[in-house]
């Protein structure tokens, strides 16, 4: 039988997704997951966002943006140089 | 300046930025080189805006030479450098918008009823259901709807992969509430894509 309610469930989903709980907590996480089917939805679809966005560069740095950076650095440096 | 320099590339950023306080300005291009990617993804995320990502981007790094002395190495230097970072982004966020929508310590409804409203099976692999330019659109427009204080903690957290105690550190939160937040983040992006992964067929509260 799982001690944890769906409040419990809820507040240690970060933990238990992060792998973060102690063994005896994780079971009992588990226990209530296997009976409560809302939770097990709720776990599965939060780990598959974080699985996602886990996999996708949103925003790959384009090299025209890294050769700008590049160019303000030189300024900057040699400013740096010059000026000592 | 050269980043693939064979002399930097094996050494740790903790040497690289001796050398770079030295005056060695190959050292700070291979710095720059380890962490432009993840600067500039993060400040995107945050600022939600295409320029103010670059400026943030150049801003940190050119600020992060400007201090390299007043490094002591107390953190590791990545932290430093997101701490320069996020800093600038929510300063642009502030220029953009009212002060009051910036707020790190903003307060939000802790009834538990907002955070879970949808419960709905999604498809084994839900990315496959869509092209990539399509994901990355519903994958971007979900953290921009985020509040910035929301988003700013699911990008430390979950896509930099900061630890909790470092995302706290770098916001001045405490532990507890960037946990609550991150919760937070997730739970509200998990509905949000709901909308577009859920198993074809399913009601949506099927289980209730």
Redesign the interface.
């Known amino acids: 039988m799982s001690l944890l309610t769906c409040k419990d469930f809820l507040n240690e989903l970060n933990d238990y997704l992060d792998d973060a709980t102690s063994p005896g907590l994780r079971q009992e996480i588990e226990a209530h997951l296997a009976e409560c089917p809302n939770c097990w939805v709720i776990c599965d679809t939060t780990r598959k966002t974080l699985r996602i966005y886990k996999g996708t560069d949103l925003y790959p740095l384009p090299s025209e943006v890294h050769q700008r950076l590049m160019e303000a650095l030189r300024r900057k440096m040699s400013r740096s140089t010059n000026g000592s | 300046?050269q980043p693939e320099s064979a002399r930097s590339n094996g050494t740790d950023d903790a040497g690289l930025v001796r050398l770079a306080q030295e005056g060695d300005?190959e050292a700070?291009?291979e710095l720059?080189a380890r962490y432009?990617?993840s600067i500039?993804?993060l400040a995107?995320?945050i600022t939600q805006n295409a320029e103010d990502?670059?400026d943030v981007?150049?801003e940190t790094?050119?600020k992060a030479?400007?201090h390299l002395d007043e490094f002591r190495g107390d953190s590791k230097f990545y932290t430093w450098l997101v701490r320069i970072a996020v800093n600038q982004a929510l300063m642009k966020l502030r220029k953009r918008k009212s002060d009051r929508s910036v707020s790190l310590d903003e307060t939000f409804d802790t009834g538990?009823d907002t955070?879970?409203r949808e419960?709905?099976?999604?498809a084994e692999d839900?990315?496959r259901l869509y092209s990539q330019e399509e994901?990355?659109q519903i994958?971007?427009s979900a953290?921009e709807s985020l509040p910035p204080i929301f988003r700013t903690v699911f990008a430390l957290r979950?896509?930099e992969e900061l630890s909790t105690e470092e995302t706290a550190q770098i916001l001045n939160l405490s532990v507890p509430a960037v946990?609550s937040r991150?919760?937070r983040a997730?739970?509200r992006?998990?509905e949000k894509?709901?909308r577009y992964?859920k198993r074809k067929g399913d009601d949506v509260f099927a289980?209730?």
């Open positions: 300046m300005s700070f291009a720059v432009e990617n500039f993804r995107r995320n990502a670059e981007l150049q790094f050119l030479f400007e538990e955070l879970v419960i709905a099976v999604w839900p990315e994901l990355r994958l971007a953290i979950d896509i946990k991150l919760l997730r739970l992006l998990r894509l709901t992964f289980y209730l």
